[in-house]
């Protein structure tokens, strides 16, 4: 079946670490999406692709970073430099209207 | 660029009961408005979707309707059900093109609604 894989489900960071968080689809999705998930809040977009090699920023993209070298992946590293990196955090793709989103990675600051 | 608002924040219901949540857009030129249901620890599911063109989609229990001219959207259910109870969250997007041609919408997304339905 195709869909959005990300991992790991959970991951703990400790101070001054940089994480990876995977995401891969297999819906032959042209645009790819990272977006963070504060509790009882909405989702706020970390960083977009359109088309492989190629990315932008979203709202609030300062202390992670993404690349784009194949269609089917879109890894989000998060950085020291995030201060509060505590967050849900989800994958979506899509290629004409709708999203499809990943089951998410909830990452923890130890 | 696109801002949706979205309300109520929380919604508390009686099973059996109707619930309504509603949404606003500020982007004229957006043309497509799905509505997601995220459980708790998961991501967040396409319920229905509705397009410019049309004012009403029905689908079982839910249906959305859509007022162009005031650029407000909303979400009906109808006989809640206790499983119902969820975060739900309206977008809106508008065409774009990417650098290889291929049209797409960019979904911008509204804060959210808790929806509790009591047994």
């Known amino acids: 079946d195709g869909g959005i894989t990300q991992s790991p489900k959970y991951l703990f960071r400790k101070e001054g670490q940089n994480v990876t968080l995977s995401c891969e689809q297999n819906?032959?999705?042209?645009?790819m999406y990272w977006y963070r998930q504060d509790p009882g809040q909405g989702l706020r977009l970390i960083y977009y692709?359109?088309?492989?090699?190629?990315?932008q920023k979203g709202d609030i993209a300062e202390g992670y970073s993404v690349s784009r070298e194949k269609k089917e992946s879109f890894p989000l590293t998060v950085t020291s430099a995030q201060k509060n990196p505590t967050a849900f955090y989800l994958c979506a793709s899509n290629r004409g209207y709708g999203y499809t989103f990943g089951s998410g990675t909830r990452l923890t600051v130890v | 660029g696109e801002n949706v608002e979205q309300h109520p924040s929380t919604l508390s219901v009686q099973e059996g009961d109707s619930a309504v949540i509603k949404c606003t857009y500020s982007d004229s030129a957006s043309n497509y408005f799905p509505w997601y249901k995220q459980e708790l620890g998961k991501g967040p599911q396409l319920i229905i979707d509705?397009?410019?063109?049309?004012g009403e989609k029905k689908d079982q229990r839910i249906a959305v309707t859509l007022n162009k001219t005031a650029k407000h959207f909303s979400l009906h259910i109808t006989e809640t059900q206790p499983e119902d109870s969820a975060v739900y969250f309206c977008?809106?997007?508008?065409?774009?093109?990417?650098?290889?041609?291929?049209?797409?919408?960019?979904?911008?997304f509204g804060q959210g609604t808790i929806l509790t339905v009591h047994p």
């Open positions: 977008a809106a997007s508008r065409s774009v093109l990417n650098a290889g041609g291929t049209s797409y919408g960019k979904l911008t």
């Open positions: 692709s359109q088309i492989v090699n190629d990315f």
């Open positions: 509705i397009r410019s063109n049309v």
């Open positions: 819906l032959n999705h042209d645009a």
